[in-house]
């Protein structure tokens, strides 16, 4: 599934700065159940998901992966990490699975954790047009918590490569970045090379 599909790209800016209330996270609701050392019953319960899914394994895959996405829409991190860590458990060759937990970690603001899992899904196979404006979402939002002058600029080569490479998402959101921030004159420079104008940015910019 595109992420673009799933949700618009004002949408997508809230991947970040979006956390609850810290509390203590369960095993399967860290990515990749956090490398830790399952219980006997866990290790059980995943050998009885496993064989439900047997020659079934990418139907099986998707449908956690959508039923993660849905969960992420309305907030519920935790819950659609699990579903994210089901879909990686039935199969961790794909790069979808890294995507979902890029996407949570961000919302969480673990900014660190979620570059790791975008340059997993990367490594992966991902499709870059997709995965590198988010990823670079996740940087200018640690930029900008850090107050780190350098890593902005990372972040804004970024989407700059992206837009000069003719990628039309990463126009959108960065334009929406950048209105955000105040910054009209420069999102309407970037908004001409977006066709996807969901939020009336480019009426806005009187265009």
Request: aromatic share 10%.
């Amino acid at each position: 599934m595109k992420f673009s599909t799933v949700i618009s790209a004002l949408s997508i800016i809230a991947l970040v700065g979006c956390a609850s209330s810290p509390r203590q996270r369960s095993i399967n609701e860290i990515p990749e159940y956090g490398n830790q050392t399952k219980s006997p019953e866990m290790l059980q319960a995943d050998q009885e998901f496993l064989a439900l899914t047997k020659g079934k394994e990418k139907e099986s895959f998707d449908h956690m992966m959508n039923v993660g996405w849905t969960f992420f829409q309305r907030g519920d991190i935790g819950t659609a990490i699990k579903r994210f860590n089901q879909a990686w458990l039935i199969d961790s060759t794909r790069y979808e699975s890294y995507w979902g937990f890029a996407a949570a970690e961000g919302r969480l603001n673990n900014f660190e954790t979620s570059k790791h899992y975008y340059e997993k899904a990367l490594n992966h196979g991902g499709d870059t047009k997709i995965l590198n404006p988010e990823y670079a979402i996740t940087l200018r939002e640690q930029a900008k918590a850090e107050n780190n002058s350098e890593k902005l600029a990372e972040a804004d080569n970024l989407f700059m490569s992206e837009i000069e490479a003719g990628n039309e998402k990463a126009a959108c959101i960065y334009a929406y970045q950048l209105f955000r921030e105040n910054k009209k004159e420069e999102a309407c420079k970037i908004m001409a090379s977006c066709p996807d104008d969901k939020d009336n940015l480019k009426k806005a910019c009187g265009m």
